[in-house]
């Protein structure tokens, strides 16, 4: 088997869909950084380099050349929505007429739900499209063609941790600290509409490995701060209770957040992770308005989301709200709505709220209502507010706060 010279590419998104990018900061690609770490384990190993659009974005200037230049035989793409798709426009067709032994291969968030028919569009472009998690399938994807549908992980197989020292931290955290982002869950049992990730059966890693990855991280890199993404956690209890053994266990000079729902968060909840030294708490509140919860498949009060921030403060944890913006129903007032209610909180004091605009992946129930009321158009939703107008709204509340995390440093 020839050794294989393998590029994964995260390519640019349009920045006015992501809050962080707004304000300078981002994540590393992880999913792909994963599968580096699965390449290895390859026989013969492959050649692995990667290009975040994020970090390197003259690298997109020229990307063809770019493959010449590094003798790429395959092309990993990394698609997270309908936007990165069109980011890349007409380049990756170009390339596939311009080289054409090069064997182009997409996958990520974009695919998971796409339903099958939207699905022949793209295998123009590319020879593989690959759906779902593909740590433990690099070696067929290496020669496999057409759609291929990963298998499921199983829960608690712990995965080789992501090749995270080659991309520059400190390139992704803009103004603020750096800090690693460490994956507990894959996917989420809590069934968004807008979310393409939902799956009754997410991947699961134990919580014991979990911390130890963080662990590590904080002996080999010194970096303080530690975001862990495992949105199951709030929902099944005997899995807080694992990692709150393990938080307990944390050096002094870690700082820790993680999420919870508002639905499930409480007096109680505040008190166990106050004493297992997490910092921050991060609630998905995404909007407070009667018909946007119902869109979204959510059924919190204004009292559950105040009742929950005061928990936190009161325990000296941060807590860090995420709005959405941008539905097609919304309109001057419920924006300003919501932008009173952030006031009134006054969270901005500790952490500023998250606010990003809704992205409709293809395949989620939020996609289905959206085709249902006929607010898309050709792939491009409805906006209740223009975009130039919701964005100079949320452009003025961001330039009015700062992190003060960068302040406690």
């Known amino acids: 088997m020839r050794s294989e010279r393998i590029l994964l590419l995260a390519p640019p998104a349009e920045d006015e869909y992501d809050p962080g990018l707004r304000q300078g900061v981002a ?47 395959q092309l990993w793409v990394s698609l997270m929505s309908t936007e990165g798709v069109r980011c890349l426009g007409d380049r990756v067709s170009e390339i596939r007429s311009s080289i054409p032994q090069l064997k182009l291969v997409a996958g990520g968030a974009f695919f998971r739900k796409l339903p099958e028919p939207d699905l022949s569009r793209f295998q123009t472009d590319y020879d593989l499209i690959v759906i779902g998690d593909a740590d433990l399938e690099v070696e067929t994807i290496l020669k496999g063609k057409g759609v291929h549908r990963c298998k499921p992980l199983p829960s608690y197989l712990e995965l080789p941790y992501p090749k995270r020292a080659s991309l520059p931290l400190d ?117 407070i308005d009667p018909d946007t919860q119902n869109l979204l498949g959510k059924s919190f009060s204004k009292d559950e989301v105040r009742k929950a921030v005061k928990c936190c403060e009161s325990r000296s944890i941060s807590p860090c709200l995420y709005f959405m913006f941008g539905f097609a129903h919304e309109t001057e007032e419920t924006i300003a709505e919501l932008i009173d209610f952030m006031a009134e909180l006054g969270t901005e004091t500790r952490v500023p709220p998250y606010l990003g605009i809704v992205r409709i992946l293809p395949g989620t129930r939020l996609a289905s209502v959206y085709r249902e009321n006929g607010w898309m158009n050709g792939g491009v939703p409805r906006r209740g507010v223009p975009l130039p107008r919701l964005l100079e709204v949320l452009d003025d509340w961001r330039s009015t706060h700062s992190t003060p995390l960068e302040k406690e440093v």
Not at 52 to 58: F, G, H, I, M, S
Not at 269 to 279: H, P, Q, S, Y
Request: glycine content about 6%; overall charge negative.
């Open 27 to 73: 994540e590393p690609p992880l999913g792909l950084l994963y599968l580096w770490s699965a390449l290895e384990r390859c026989s013969p190993s492959p050649e692995v380099r990667i290009i975040d659009a994020y970090v390197e974005p003259t690298r997109m200037d020229d990307l063809e050349a770019t493959i010449r230049t590094y003798g790429c035989t």
């Open 171 to 287: 390139e992704y955290a803009g103004d603020s600290p750096p800090r690693h982002v460490v994956i507990g869950a894959r996917g989420c049992a809590g069934n968004c509409a807008f979310c393409a990730i939902s799956t009754p059966r997410p991947y699961l890693r134990q919580p014991r490995e979990v911390t130890l990855e963080m662990r590590t991280l904080f002996e080999k890199t010194a970096v303080p701060f530690y975001s862990l993404i495992d949105d199951v956690m709030s929902l099944w209890p005997d899995r807080f209770a694992d990692y709150e053994r393990h938080f307990r266990q944390f050096p002094e000079g870690m700082w820790l957040d993680v999420p919870w729902r508002v639905d499930r968060f409480s007096d109680e909840i505040a008190d166990r992770l106050a004493a297992c030294g997490v910092n921050i708490v991060r609630f998905g509140v995404e909007s």
